[in-house]
C-alpha cells in the first residue's frame, strides 16, 4: 500500500513541479536579445567603416532566384568592408505579410526587402519604408546607372524610397495558335480589334479573352484610356468609367472568363488550359507557361489602346524598413545586391528586365519575345492606388464581382463614385 | 450473446458506406494522381507512361527542401506536444468530472471560453513573448504553450463524466485513495476516450501550420507542413509538386489512425458491476 | 512505530484522499500553462481593442475608448462576416452532428473493412485543405460532376464558387466534408463506453433497433453529444482555412464577400491593412456572440452536466 501510495505522491507532485516550472521559466524574462539603438546615420564615407555589421534581407521567389540571391549576397565585403548581407528567405509573398505585423511588434523583421511596386505605396505613405535620400548621400552612392523611369516609380514627393532592381511593363499575351487557326492576322492594338478578335476565338470551352477581376488587370485596362486612380483623388473619372464599362461590354457579349469562373486562381492558369484566347499579364508568363504549359505558343504585345498607350509597370526595388537599426548600411547592402554582376546573374538566371539600361540591351537579346514591350517602358507607370491601398482593392473587386458574377443593375459610374465617396 | 444483426440491413449500410466512402477519398485520390504527373499534364488524364515518381524523388534530393529534417522536427514537436497533453489533459478532465474542488466551475468556463477565441487573437503577444526569450526558431516556441489543449480537457471530461460513480464507491470501499482510483480504475475505463484524444491531438499538431510558420523563419526548423508548402512560386503553384508534398504529410498520420483505431473494439466496456 | 507510521500513512491518504487537493493538484499544469501562454498575452490584445493600434506606428497608439467598436458596427462588412458566420454554424452544426452519429454506428457494426472504412472517413479531416479546395472547385465548375449531379436537385449548373448565391453553401459543403471524420472518430469512442448489458436488457424486454437507439445509445451519448454540438458549434464560428483556400490570389471573401467570416475579417482588417486595434475589437465581438449562441444552445438542449 505504502509503495502504491508513494507512486501516485510522486506523480502528482511531478505534476505540480512542472507545472511550476513552465510557469516560472515562463515568466522569467531575459534580457533583450538586441537592445534599441537609435537610428543614427552615420557620417563617415562607406570605404573606412571597420565595425561589422549584418544586414538582413528579406526576399522570396522562385527557386533560382533564390539561389542567385544567395550567390549574389556574398562578398559585400569587398566593396563595403565589414558588411555581410544575410538573406532572409520567405516562402511567398502572403507568407511575408502575413508575418510581417508580428516581426514589427517584436522588431525581428528584416532590414530590407524586395518588394515590387504594386501596392508599395500605401506602406511608404503610412511610414512602414523611410526615404533614401540622404542615406544614400552619406554612404557616397551613385545611382546614375539606374533607369530614370524606374526610380521615378518608386520616388513619392521628391524623396526615393528604394533602390531598383528591375522594371518591367504589363504586356498583352495571346494564344498565337488559336490566333492563326481562326485566320485573324496581324496582332491587335486597340480593344476593338481584340473585341473582333474575341468574337471569332471564342467558341466552345474557350472565350475570347480572360480578364480577371483583380486590381492589377482592371488598372492596366483604365490605363489604357488616359485614366488613373491618382492615388485616391481620381478615382470616378470619365475615363476611368469608360474603361470598366468596356470591360462590361466584353462579359456582356459573352467574349470574356475571369479565373474563378474557370475553377482556377489566376489567368496564367486559364490561359494554359486553353479556356482563354488572350489576356493581361506580365512577364511572369513566359516562366510559367515554359513548365505548366510548354506547347502554347504565346506571343507578347503591348497592352492594346483604348484611347491612348498606356501599361501599369512592375518594379522590383529593395526598400528599407523603418525599424532597421543601421540605415546606411542597410542602403550599401542594397546597392551591393543592384550591382551589375548581380543584376545580370538575376536576368539570365530569372529573366528580369534589369532597372539598368546599360544593361537592358542584353535583356531583350536573350528575350526576344519581350522585344515588343520595349517600347512600351516611356508610356508604363505606376499603379497609383489611394493609400488605403488595400481596402481599395477590396471594394473595387468587392463591387467588379457583384456586377459580372451577380449581375446586378448597378452602373459603373456609381460603383466608382461610391468608391470615391470612401476615399475622399 | 452475439449480437442483434440482420444481414440484409449490413449490405445495405455497407453500400451506403462505400458510397461516402468514395466520395471522401476522391480529393485525396486526386492528390496522389496529381503528384505523380508533370505540371503540364496537371490538368489532363494521362496514362501511366507520364507518370513518375519524380516529384517525390526532388523532395528527398533537392537541398533547398530539407524533407528528412523537417520530417524530425515535424516529430519530436508532435511527440512532446502529445506527452504534454495526455498527463496535462487527462489530469485537469477527470478533475473536472469527478472531483468537487473550489473554483471547478471557474475552470470549466476558461475551458470552454477559450476555444470560443481564434488563436490569432494572441498570435501576436505570443510572439513577442518568444522573440523576447530567445526561444524563436527552437522547439521551446513549438511545443510549451501547447502542451494542454482546452476541447481535450473538455473531451475527456466528458468522457470521464461516463463512467459511473458507483464504481467509484466500490473503489473506496476497497480502500483506494481518489488518486488512486483515477489511476487503476477510471483511466482504463475512458481508455477510448484517450485513444481519441491520442489520435486527434496527433493530427491536430502534425497538420498544424499557423504557429509554426509564424515562429520558425530558419528554413532547418520548419516542421514538414510548413516545408512542402513553401515550394510556392511567387507567382504561380506547382500543383503536382504541393500533391506530392500533400501526400507525404498525411501519409504518417493515416498509418497511426489504422494502427489506433483498432483499439474501438466495441464489447470491451462492461458496467463493471459484479455480482 | 507502528503508530507513527500508521499517522504518517493517514495524513498521507487524507490528502490523497482530498477532493479539494487533488482536483487544484490535477488542474494546476493546466490553469499555470494556460494562464502564461494564453491569458496574459489576451489582455494585451484585448487592451489594443481600445486603442488605434496600426501595426507601423505602434509606438504612437493611444487610448480610444469604443470608438473601434463603434466603427465595427458602423461597417457593412462586419455584418456580413456575422450573418455568413452565422448561416455556416445553423447548417453545418446539425448536418455534421448527425452524419458523424450514423457513420460512427454504422462503423461500429461487424461490417467488412470497417478499419478501412473509418480511415477513409478521418481522411478528409486529415487532407490539407488547399487539396481539398482545388478538387471541389474544379468538380463544382459548370458542367463538371458535382454541379450537373447538384443540377439534378435544382441547382443551376453553373460554377459554385463564382456564383454569389452559392459560395457560402460550397464552403459549408467543403467544411463538412472535412470535419464530420472528426466528430465520427469521437462518437466511434463513445460508442465504446455503452456497457453491452444495457443492450441485452432492452433485448429481454423485447425492444426493435430504433428503441433501442433512443433509449440506450442516445441517453448515454448524452455527454459526448454535448461534446460534439458545443465543439461544433465554436468551431464553425471559426472556419477560415477553406475561404482561405478558395481565394487564392484573390480578396478574401470572394466573391464579392460572400464566403467572408469571423476570421477573414480579422484578417483582412488586423493583418493585411494591419489595423490591429480594430482587428482585435472585431473579436472580442465575435467572442460574445459564440458565448451567447454557445450558451443558447446548452439552455435549450438542457445540459445538464454544466
Known sequence: MRTKTGIKIFITVLALILGLLLTGCAREAAPEQEPAQEPTPVQEPAVEEPTPVTIRVGLWGSEEELNASLENAQGADSMFPGLTVEIQPFPSSEDFWSNLPAQIAA???????????????????????VPIDNYVADAGLDLGTFAQSAKDIWTVDENLYGIPKSVMPAMFIINQDMWDEAGLGEPPTTWDEVREAARTLTQGDTKGIIINLHEFHLTNWIL??????????TINSDANVQALETIIEFYDEGLAITPKQAGFGWDGEVFANLRGAMSTGGWWYKGYLATAAPDINATFIPMPMGTTRGSTSHSDAYVVLKDAVDRVSAVKAAYWLTRDEALESIMERVGINPAKPALASKFYEVNPEFAAIEAMVPYSKDFGYPADTRNFNLLLVQAMEEKILGGTDITVREILDSIQEEFN | MKKFKIKPFDIFIFLILSFFALIFILPFLYA?????????????????????????????????????????NSSLMTAIILAGNIIINTMAGYALAKLNFPGKNIVFFIVVATMMIPYHMILIPVYVN?????????????????????????LMRQFFMSVPNELLEAARIDGLTKAGAFFRIVMPLAKSGLITMIILSFTGTWNSFLIPSTMISRREMYVLIVGLNSVKNQFFERTNIIMAGVVLVTIPVIIMFMLFQKQYVEGVATSGIKG | MKNAANRQEGILKRISDSDAFIGLLFVTPFVALWIVWFFIPLIESFLRSFQDANFITLETASFIGLDNYFTLFEDRDFFRAITNSLL?????????TLMALLFAMALNREIPGKGFFRTLYFLPYVTSPIAVATVFMILFTQGNFFSVLMSYLGFPDTTWTANLTLALPFVMILYVWQQVGFFMVIYLAGLQGIPRELYEACQVDGANALQKFLNVTVPVLRPVTSFVVTVGIIYAFQIFDQVAAISRYGQLGSPAGRTSTLISYFIQVGIREMEIGLGSASIVVFFLLILGVTMIQRRLLKERDA
Open chain 1, 107 to 129: 522588431k525581428t523583421a528584416p532590414d530590407i526587402v524586395k518588394l515590387t511596386n504594386e501596392g508599395a505605396f500605401e506602406f511608404i505613405e503610412k511610414g512602414l519604408f
Open chain 1, 224 to 233: 489604357t484610356f488616359g485614366g488613373g486612380w491618382g492615388n485616391g483623388r
Open chain 2, 32 to 72: 496522389i494522381y496529381t503528384s505523380f504527373k508533370e505540371l503540364k499534364d496537371v490538368n489532363s488524364i494521362v496514362g501511366l507512361d507520364r507518370l513518375s515518381f519524380d516529384n517525390y524523388i526532388m523532395f528527398f534530393t533537392n537541398p533547398l527542401y530539407m524533407v528528412p529534417r523537417w520530417l524530425w
Open chain 2, 130 to 154: 518568444m522573440a523576447r526569450l530567445g526561444w524563436l526558431n527552437t522547439m521551446l516556441a513549438l511545443t510549451i504553450p501547447y502542451l494542454y489543449q482546452c476541447i481535450y480537457v473538455f
Open chain 3, 88 to 96: 455556416l454554424v445553423a447548417v453545418a452544426v446539425p448536418v455534421q
